[in-house]
């Protein structure tokens, strides 16, 4: 499996291919070409396609991330009405409208990952949709699709070393190609500050931004991290400060482009950041309209099912009804041929029917009706792309086949919304689930049945 990240500035771009999956990462490749303009052209990206094709033969471009430099964006901080991310994204734009010097349609933005149990506080960045969309077009162009954009302060989380899968507390400062200061508490963004890289021969100001990030912190102080190649003048004033070391086989210059190749690695460090292309909220939007039919139609199927399941057992229950009486019929007349039979037809079929239920119940054979458990079992049906293709009942037993997308999750979101259903004399258990050829969707098949009934499958 190979992931590559690809970093933007002024003079070069530049582009780190990592095969494997953490912790045994390796380079596969690191590659840098020139701009004949500033932040790249078409014929840049596609000299920079072409060197990544060179340092991989044989392998095929996969996706990559894209990180944008402080110059291409803008970083804000604001407060909300929520302390949660996917409700402080979907109002956070609003916020940013009418206070960046770009027009309002031409605003991409996302936020940082906010703390566990935040206060409203987020940091939100942003870039131009033109540029945005515009490089994206020319790295498809060149052969090198463009999965995700995301910006540097992003890529310095992905960098931070890390604990239980989230980066360790402190402040950190990088110098990719301008000068970024985070600082990291439980997981999320707390203080976010750039610099131009110039102000690194006079430090004063960025001094003044670690000392105010370390007050703010509280009595415990916070340990200082230095990514990359730190000015001389800068790392001289933080003695304390602790290097991180680079990377086997990666430059300092590289390290942008590294962190963005770590993003589909480290999915939860980022918080999902992204700067969403028109592209890729057409394939979401596209996305959402097949979840959707894919749940009308297996709304529809559990509908027809319910109903058949009905209609056959009203047919049963009229076929039972229908022999009970002939049967009635033939064993009084064998018993009395001479007397004519004045006891009320309805009162012999209760009787019998009693008697075929003390039956069931003694055989162990005693079921809820087929449209019962239909009905619970389309209940406990979860949100997401999953569908039922079969179901088959006899008895006490329910065996359900379907697929559940891409998303493995959702079959034991199933399993358990069953066995809910179904209440604890019975069980729910995923007698298979794996993916398909293709490797789209996860086939799977789930039996419930009523506990201590443990029948051959």
Not at 202 to 218: F, H, T
Request: with cysteine; net charge neutral.
């Amino acid at each position: 499996m190979h992931t590559i990240g690809i970093s933007i500035s002024r003079d070069r771009i530049r582009a780190v291919a990592l095969e494997g999956s953490t912790p045994a990462l390796r380079i596969a490749a690191a590659v840098s070409v020139p701009c004949a303009e500033p932040f790249g052209t078409a014929a840049d990206v596609t000299a920079l396609a072409e060197a990544l094709r060179e340092a991989l033969p044989g392998v095929p471009l996969p996706g990559a991330v894209l990180t944008l430099p402080p110059p291409l964006t803008f970083l804000r901080q604001m407060a909300l009405p929520v302390t949660d991310l996917p409700r402080a994204r979907a109002i956070h734009l609003s916020e940013l409208e009418g206070n960046l010097p770009i027009e309002d349609e031409e605003i991409l933005s996302d936020l940082l990952p906010a703390p566990r149990e935040g206060s409203g506080l987020f940091f939100a960045v942003a870039g131009r949709r033109s540029f945005v969309e515009n490089a994206s077009e020319r790295f498809g162009a060149a052969g090198i699709r463009v999965d995700r954009v995301v910006t540097d302060p992003v890529a310095l989380l992905l960098l931070a070393p890390e604990d239980a899968g989230a980066p360790l507390d402190g402040i950190y400062l990088s110098t990719f190609d301008d000068i970024l200061l985070l600082r990291v508490s439980r997981g999320g963004v707390t203080l976010a500050r750039q610099f131009p890289q110039a102000m690194a021969e006079r430090p004063d100001e960025i001094l003044a931004a670690v000392r105010e990030a370390a007050g703010e912190a509280g009595s415990t102080p916070l340990a200082i991290f230095l990514i990359g190649e730190t000015p001389a003048r800068l790392a001289g004033a933080l003695p304390d400060a602790e290097r991180i070391p680079l990377p086997e086989g990666v430059s300092s210059a590289h390290l942008a482009a590294y962190g963005a190749a770590l993003a589909p690695l480290r999915p939860d460090v980022g918080g999902g950041f992204s700067l969403r292309t028109s592209a890729e909220a057409a394939l979401d939007r596209e996305r959402d309209r097949r979840w959707k039919m894919a749940a009308g139609i297996a709304a529809g199927v559990a509908v027809l099912l319910a109903l058949g399941a009905f209609s056959f057992a009203r047919w049963t229950e009229g076929e039972k009804a229908a022999r009970t009486r002939a049967l009635v019929k033939k064993e009084f007349a064998a018993v009395a041929p001479d007397v004519r039979n004045i006891v009320q037809a309805g009162t012999q079929i209760r009787a019998k029917l009693d008697a075929l239920r003390r039956q069931q119940k003694e055989l162990g054979t005693d079921a809820p009706p087929p449209a019962d458990i239909l009905q619970l079992a389309s209940r406990a049906l979860p949100k997401g792309e999953i569908a039922v293709r079969e179901i088959a009942i006899d008895g006490d037993r329910m065996r359900i086949a379907g697929d559940a997308g891409s998303d493995a999750r959702l079959v034991e979101t199933y399993r358990a919304g069953l066995a809910s259903a179904f209440g604890p004399g019975y069980s729910a258990t995923v007698q298979e689930s794996g993916g398909s050829v293709k490797g789209t969707s996860v086939k799977f098949t789930i039996l419930v049945e009523k506990k201590g009934d443990r029948r051959a499958s």
